[in-house]
Each structure stands twice: as C-alpha cells, then as structure tokens.
C-alpha cells in the first residue's frame, strides 16, 4: 500500500522472455557498431557498463515524491529520475573537469561530486524536517535501522508512513549519487575518446580544433543518456523508495538489463551519428 | 598563489550566486505551487475545497529549471559570439527565458485550473494578473545568478562545458536542490499549517489545504512571504553549499596527488556531512520524543 492509497504495481521478478528480447537487442546494436566502426567496440561497452551503473544507483536514493512534501511518507520531496539527475549531473561536471588527469581520476572526481550533491541534500531535507517542521525521521519499511539500530514505529505519527531521511536512507543516497556520478562520467569519458579519436578525419580538421566540439557533443550525449536510464528505473521503482531497505530495491536486476539495452542502443547512434 | 587566491574568490562568489539562485528558485516554485504539494493543490477542488491558490506545475522543478538557465545561457553564448558585453548578454538571456517562464506559468495555471471546472473550481484572472508576474521576478532572480555562476565556471575558472551544457547541469541540480528542501516546508508546514506542528500529515486529511488567511483568501503571495523564511533560505543554502564544496575542494587540493587530493578532500566533506546528519537525527529523536500512542493521549 502506498501513501496514496493505491498498491504498488510491478513485481520484482524478472520477465524471462523481455530480458532475452533485450540482450539480443544490445548484442545487436553492439554487433553494428563493431562492424561499422569497431574502434568504438570497446567505449559502447564502456557506456553499457555506466547506463548499468546509473540505473543500479538509482536504486539506493531515497525519494518520496509527493507523500514526502506533506510528511506522509519518508524520502526526498522529489521525483525519481529528477534527483538522481541532479546528482549524477553534478558528478559529471566533476569528471569532466578532471578528465586531462585521466579516465581513474575522472571517474573519481565524478563519484564523488554525485555524492556530494547527495550528501548536502540529504542533510538540509533532514534539517527542515527536524529544526523547521519539528518531525523526526521514521521508516515506514523496516522497524530497526540496518546501521545504527534506531527504532522507528514509536517516531511515526499518526496517519502516515513515517517521514524524514533515517540513516540508512542518507547512506543509500550518498551511494547513490557516488554511482550516479560514476556511470556518468564513464559515459562521458567513452563518448570523448571516440569522438577526439574520430571527428579529426570526418571534419577535416586537426585534433586540438576539434576538442571543443568533441567536449560538447559527450557532454549533451551523456546527459542525455543519464537521463533515459534515469527514467527507465523510474518506471522500475514504480512512484517511491526508500534506499537499500526497502523491499523495491531487490528490483534493481530488471533495470540494470532494461538500462544496459537502452545505453547500447542510444550509444550506437551517438558514436555511428557523429563518427560514420 | 595568485591563481589559487582567485580560484578561491571565484568558488566563494559562485557560492554566493548559487545560495541566491536556490532561495530563489525555491520562492518562485513555492509561489507558483511547482513542486510536489501542487499535488495537494489540484486535488483542493477535488475533495470538495475550492481555493485561490496559483497551480503552475507543468513539469517537475530540474527539467523547468534545466530548460530555462540552459534557455538563457545559450542565448548569452550565441550573444557573446557576436561580441555582445559579457554582462549585458547574460541579462539579455536570463530576460528571454523568463518570458518563456511566464508563458509556460499562465498556460500551465489556465489548463490545470480549467481541467477542475467540475469541481466548481474557477480561473480567477485577478490571481493570474498579480501572482504571474510575481513567479517571473524571482524565475529572473534565479536564473540570472544560476547562468552567471555557469559563465564564471568557464571563464575564470576554465571548466570545459559550453555555456548552454553547463546551463543545463546546473540547471536541474537547482531544480533538485531546490525541490528537495523547499518542497516539505511548503507543503507540510504551509498548506496544511492548521494541522498539529511536528508530525506529518495523516494521508486521510489530503487535499485539505489552508484556504483562508487573516484576511480574506489566502493567496500564493502569502505562502512565498512564508517559505522566503524558511524553505527558501534553506534551499539556498543548500545549493551554495553544493556548488563552493565542489569548487573550493577542486581548485585547492587538484593538484595533490595528480588529481586523487580533491577526490580524498571530497571523501572527507562527505564523512562531515554524514556525522553531522546523524547528529541532527539524534537529536531530533532525544529532545522530541517517541509519538504519544493513542491509549497513552486518551
């Protein structure tokens, strides 16, 4: 039952038959792009890879949507896709900016910039709810904190599904953004090697001109992608969730096959669309 | 040491901006009931409340707010292409894009409010003429300050994102900063502000918003006069943290260790906020209480 009254739709099993039309569906866009222009084999496996990270860190935000603005339920008063987007966006700027260091600094700097969106956030949701709303932070999903033991059901007022960021929300949130910037900024990284490799030859022109451009068409690429896959486990999660405890988490397979599918399709037409 | 002085001044001047832009754009939202309690507004009528609040939402706070710095940086970058003043430019874009906001404010508030007109609920052109315009000046506010953060992110500090890409980054991280604080202090702590303070509101009282203020109506220039003290600040303070913490930890520990000195400086401001978030939930628990349970209140 969720705070709105309905029953959450979408079970947590995997659909045998869709999974198997998907992987065939990226072995395929994989496939042609090996054909076509197999020096980007490896860069579309690199954005599989962060689509898959993006939509399994996805998982572990805590978001409350609606319910959560009036204290109904606990999360963050926002959507899904919205504040993973916030985060992993953040992240990305941080990568990029490191990215003359190296594809293991990028990625670290794009981490953490994702995770320290999360953590700032997470901290003024609980601070307006605690010193400007008087509310303490409750689960509505377990009774115990996995991590520091708080009980919950005695902290919950009455009428609502608990309220707040608990503990083990904030760490899933800070996770979240850390793998939210990682995928990002892997995606980013990918689409910059191939496209600094590439668009010398196709615009007639030498390397260094062509950094600009290069540094554009990833980032508006990867954006891009970091939206779809934040969608896409939107419509997994199904409205709200709470972080690694609750029991939608376990979801988190069917999206990382579903984002893996749409980044290698997407992946396929930003390297074919620009570098072919 | 020059350099790092300036990489300094600059993070702390985008800090700045960016606490701006996030009590504006929390204010502007809270007026135009963007964020999630527009939920509460457009099921008023619904449950029988008609009201005379403005409804604007047409999308969540990040992609309006994506939509619109990414709208004024890019036309501040094709304006400073063709050699406008850098200043000038930036005003130029921000105006534009607020006009684009005000036409996406009255479209969004005719249709959700018209879509109500079986509930008895009416457009009142009067909350149209003077709430619109109201949204729209502090949209500039945020915009505006939102766009110059970006410009000085490239300019002075050598980020490599375009204008318009950066725009649109930031854009949606004020979105969510913005919607993710601001939104339970306008919606809790304002529309239902006649339920008990320091609980949430029980599901069964939903769609019962305070309608009524000490005067007349209440309108939603009473509730951005409320959030502007609360949630709006909060927000901004939110967003400028996010934006000097990213900046300040890059310029001042990047070149430590290759690179790796603003990942651990990073990793560090996090464990901060972690240790900090558990003393606030701590204490909330220790100083408020458990909730009385039914038997122990009767």
Redesign the interface.
């Known amino acids: 039952m969720s705070?709105?009254?309905g029953g959450s739709s979408g079970g947590d099993g995997i659909n045998p038959t869709a999974s198997v039309i998907a992987i065939v569906i990226l072995l395929v866009a994989v496939g042609i792009v090996y054909v076509m222009y197999p020096a980007a084999l490896f860069p579309l496996i690199g954005v599989i890879i962060g689509g898959a990270l993006i939509a399994f860190g996805v998982h572990f935000v805590p978001v409350g949507?609606?319910?959560?603005?009036?204290?109904?339920a606990p999360g963050?008063?926002?959507?899904v896709a919205?504040?993973a987007?916030?985060?992993g966006?953040?992240g990305?700027?941080?990568g990029?900016?490191?990215?003359h260091?190296?594809l293991w600094?990028a990625l670290?700097?794009g981490a953490?910039?994702g995770?320290?969106?999360m953590?700032?956030?997470?901290?003024?949701?609980?601070?307006?709810?605690?010193?400007?709303?008087?509310?303490?932070?409750a689960s509505g999903k377990v009774e115990k904190d996995p991590i520091?033991g708080?009980t919950f059901p005695?902290?919950?007022?009455?009428?609502?599904?608990?309220?707040?960021?608990?503990?083990i929300s904030?760490?899933g949130g800070?996770i979240g953004g850390l793998f939210g910037g990682f995928g990002g900024t892997l995606i980013y990284m990918e689409f910059l090697a191939v496209y600094e490799a590439g668009l010398p030859t196709v615009l007639m022109a030498t390397p260094e001109e062509v950094?600009?451009i290069a540094?554009?068409l990833a980032?508006?690429f990867a954006?891009g992608l970091f939206l779809v896959n934040a969608v896409i486990t939107a419509y997994n999660i199904t409205g709200t969730i709470e972080g690694p405890h609750d029991p939608k988490f376990k979801r988190w397979p069917r999206a990382v096959i579903g984002a893996a599918c749409a980044s290698a399709v997407c992946g396929m037409f930003a390297i074919l669309l620009v570098v072919v | 040491m020059e350099e790092l002085l300036f990489g300094i001044g600059i993070s702390a001047l985008a800090g700045a901006l960016a606490t701006i832009a996030g009590a504006a754009e929390d204010t502007e939202s809270d007026i135009g009931s963007q964020g999630d309690p527009n939920s509460q507004v457009q099921l008023a009528p619904q449950m029988g409340y008609v009201h005379r609040i403005y409804n604007k939402a047409i999308s969540g706070e990040p992609p309006a707010y994506g939509l619109w710095v990414a709208l004024a940086a890019g036309i501040a970058w094709a304006l400073m292409a063709i050699q406008f003043n850098a200043v000038l430019a930036l005003v130029l874009g921000s105006a534009v894009a607020v006009f684009v906001q005000g036409v996406y404010a009255v479209t969004a508030y005719l249709g959700r409010t018209s879509s109500l007109a079986k509930f008895e609920q009416p457009v009142y052109i009067d909350l149209l003429k003077s709430v619109t315009s109201v949204t729209m000046a502090h949209a500039f506010i945020a915009i505006f300050t939102c766009v110059t953060m970006c410009f000085l992110m490239i300019e002075a500090l050598g980020h490599p994102f375009p204008l318009p890409l950066m725009g649109l980054i930031w854009g949606i991280a004020l979105g969510a900063a913005g919607s993710a604080t601001g939104n339970p202090f306008y919606g809790k702590e304002r529309q239902y502000q006649k339920y008990k303070f320091g609980a949430g509101l029980p599901i069964s009282a939903s769609g019962d918003i305070v309608r009524y203020a000490e005067a007349g109506q209440r309108s939603s220039l009473d509730n951005g006069w409320f959030t502007s003290k609360g949630g709006g600040p909060a927000s901004g303070i939110c967003f400028g943290l996010i934006v000097f913490f990213e900046l300040w930890r890059t310029i001042l520990f990047e070149p430590v260790a290759n690179g790796w000195g603003a990942i651990i400086a990073g990793v560090i401001i996090i464990l901060v906020f972690m240790i900090l978030d558990r003393y606030v939930e701590s204490w909330a628990r220790k100083t408020y209480g458990p909730y009385p349970t039914e038997e122990a209140s009767s």
Do not use: R
């Open positions: 705070a709105l009254g949507g609606a319910p959560a603005a009036m204290g109904q963050i008063a926002t959507g919205m504040l987007a916030g985060a966006l953040a990305l700027f941080g990029a900016w490191a990215a260091y190296g600094v670290g700097a953490i910039g995770a320290l969106l953590a700032i956030t997470c901290l003024m949701v609980n601070v307006v709810y605690v010193y400007a709303m008087g509310i303490p932070a520091t708080d005695e902290y919950k007022s009455s009428g609502t599904e608990g309220h707040g960021l608990p503990f904030y760490v800070v950094v600009p540094v554009g980032g508006i954006v």
